[in-house]
């Protein structure tokens, strides 16, 4: 079975510090992970994904991730955060191969940017 | 946008009612996913579509059934409703090319039980 954990469910910072969300993931075979992001009162929000490579991964606003299989993590993190990234940040998964195209959710973390 | 479409946007019901909820996937997506955001379950995948087949199901209740139609929209049917399926619930979609495509999420379907 496939699983991701999200270790904090709160994370706060100060605008312009480093922002890190945590994400470890559990698979039986090689992991497809992702993380989303959702603003209040909306959906989901893609940003990123792994699916092998390079296991440094930029994507949507600044954002990045760093895939380390050995401790089996998927760390998202931003440079420099702002206020406007203040929102619920999900880590998820899939696994390779699979039947199936379902991601499996974490559990979420609430980004809060202070000015 | 997504270009994933639901609707109603909020809906408010009593109590032992039967409602359903309306999805479009993006423009050549053939996987539909229903997914239930609560505050003490967090997200949870319901079900799973493609091209008009039951591909997956995850922690749907027997009181709750889905569907995609020839034309690829989805409903989501929720009956005999109770307080606790006062939830977001949320549609998505895929283009099934492989396992490495992601999800792309509508803007959800705010379901209220009094």
């Known amino acids: 079975a496939q699983s991701v954990a999200q270790p904090e469910d709160q994370v706060n910072v100060a605008e312009g510090n480093p922002l890190t969300v945590k994400c470890t993931y559990s698979?039986?075979?090689?992991?497809?992970l992702f993380w989303y992001v959702q603003y209040p009162n909306r959906g989901l929000q893609f940003l990123l994904k792994?699916?092998?490579?390079?296991?440094l991964v930029k994507g949507s606003y600044g954002f990045e991730a760093e895939f380390n299989k050995s401790q089996t993590s998927f760390h998202l993190k931003k440079p420099s955060a702002l206020v406007s990234d203040s929102a619920l940040y999900f880590c998820?998964?899939?696994?390779?191969?699979?039947?199936?195209?379902?991601?499996?959710f974490g559990a979420g973390t609430t980004v809060t940017v202070r000015a | 946008d997504s270009g994933v479409t639901q609707t109603p946007k909020h809906l408010i019901t009593a109590t032992g009612q039967r409602v359903t909820l309306r999805c479009s996937p993006r423009?050549?997506?053939?996987?539909v996913y229903w997914y239930q955001q609560s505050l003490d379950q967090g997200l949870q995948f319901l079900i799973q579509?493609?091209?008009?087949?039951?591909?997956a199901k995850g922690n749907i209740l027997e009181r709750f059934s889905a569907q995609q139609f020839p034309d690829l929209h989805s409903e989501l049917n929720l009956s005999s409703l109770e307080l606790g399926d006062s939830a977001l619930y949320f549609c998505?979609?895929?283009?099934?090319?492989?396992?490495?495509?992601?999800?792309?999420f509508g803007e959800g379907s705010r379901l209220t039980v009094l």
């Open positions: 998505a979609s895929s283009t099934y090319r492989g396992g490495t495509g992601e999800l792309f």
């Open positions: 698979v039986s075979g090689n992991p497809y």
């Open positions: 792994y699916i092998t490579g390079d296991n």
């Open positions: 998820a998964v899939r696994d390779s191969p699979s039947n199936d195209y379902k991601l499996s």
């Open positions: 423009s050549g997506d053939l996987s």
């Open positions: 579509y493609y091209n008009g087949e039951e591909r």
